[in-house]
């Protein structure tokens, strides 16, 4: 395995949100519990250990969602894309609130018994076969570990050393997890829980969830079939492009390409940025470079190449403007390939 | 992402998707009308009533 990886660098941005992250976090616990502790429900009276475990549940479940919401909102407008860029941090504070509320649950159900407490989660209740009383602490163990498994690799070392198609593929897990996550609450909280709040959340979230990745899932395996020019595909016109941003094209074959606007020029490069396989289209022109919206890699818009010390490349595409409207060729230059922009105004 | 990640989650998400929805629905349907904390040791809840 090799140690050569370049890690994501801090930025004032990622403090400051990294920041409010964790005041936000604060401050739903504080809220949380002042709140339980000056309201309890008819009838039941819980321990401060009981109503931090429930704090830091519904937390995570909230958090998780959150996050999963990300990708896809940002794919729908451009006010989620700074999300994106942090998504990493949501993930990783996310397991650490939900190893919080694991080892709450263990101490306070099943750390007082001779048993020991992970064998105690799995065998106390042994009812697998029924639907209200199924111990569904053993699917939150589950998706415990799955986002362990993420956690622990959420680091550009693993990336570099997995390569950006198995992490990409080891980190789907996290859906699987959603579902067990999604599964546990069903069965454990939703049956005991007399507050409303539980059931609307559960249902907004998860269905808000499992809607918005089907939607645009759909959506973006649409192919662009719009030639005109013979082998080459429509973009836009380019009153409908804004400055410093990319029209995304995905033709019938091949990668998906990312059509930016520059100023008085347009250019084209692959939508797959090379580090994580972000994509590229959604990013901005920053200081001439093509910026990715997950951890700010660049490529120059020219040729592809990261500007150095940085060595990675992207493809290239050749682009044309007829009567104001953008087209490109879905044939790709070699990455790193230097490719003329397409002024603005010199129409073929 | 990939063409290939594309798809693969989307597969992924056609098949947890109604998972999903049917495990909240199911969840929704069987609650109880009147939802007890079982996981409450009795002392509390004789306390708390």
Known sequence: ?348 | MKRAHRKMHLVLWLLLAPAVFAIVMLAVMYRPADPVNDLLPDLLIEEAS
């Open chain 1, 1 to 348: 395995m090799s140690h050569d990886y370049k890690a994501v660098q801090w930025t004032p941005f990622k403090k400051r949100f990294d920041l409010w992250m964790l005041g936000g976090i604060a401050g739903y616990l504080v809220v949380f519990v002042a709140v339980s502790l000056a309201s309890p429900p008819a009838g039941e009276a819980f321990t401060p250990i009981q109503i931090l475990m429930r704090a830091t549940g519904t937390l995570a479940f909230l958090m998780l969602t959150f996050i999963l919401c990300i990708g896809p909102l940002a794919r729908l407008t451009d006010r989620f894309k700074p999300f994106l860029y942090n998504r990493r941090h949501l993930g990783v504070a996310t397991f650490i609130i939900a190893l919080i509320h694991a080892a709450l649950v263990l101490l306070w159900y099943h750390g007082f018994s001779d048993v020991n407490p992970l064998v105690s989660l799995f065998v106390s209740n042994p009812r697998y076969d029924s639907l209200a009383g199924f111990p569904f602490e053993s699917l939150g163990f589950v998706a415990l570990l799955i986002m362990f498994l993420m956690a622990a690799t959420s680091h550009d070392f693993y990336n570099a050393n997995l390569g950006p198609g198995l992490w990409k593929a080891l980190h789907m897990g996290v859906y699987i997890a959603y579902g067990l996550l999604v599964a546990h609450i069903a069965l454990g909280a939703i049956q005991f829980e007399k507050n409303p709040l539980y059931v609307t959340a559960l249902c907004a979230g998860s269905l808000s969830v499992a809607g918005l990745h089907v939607f645009t899932g759909l959506a973006s395996l649409r192919p662009a079939n719009r030639a005109v020019l013979e082998g080459w595909l429509k973009v836009a016109d380019i009153a409908e492009m804004q400055d410093s941003r990319a029209k995304i094209v995905r033709p019938v074959s091949g990668e998906a390409i990312a059509v930016f606007l520059d100023g008085d020029q347009v250019s084209a490069v692959s939508n797959i940025c090379r580090h994580q396989g972000g994509p590229l289209g959604e990013g901005k022109i920053v200081d001439g470079c093509i910026t990715c919206p997950w951890h700010g890699f660049q490529y120059r818009m020219e040729d592809g190449q990261s500007p150095p010390p940085f060595t990675e490349k992207i493809a290239t595409y050749e682009t044309r403007i007829v009567d104001g409207t953008v087209y490109v060729n879905p044939q790709p230059n070699a990455p790193g390939t230097p490719q003329a922009p397409s002024p603005i105004g010199a129409d073929a």
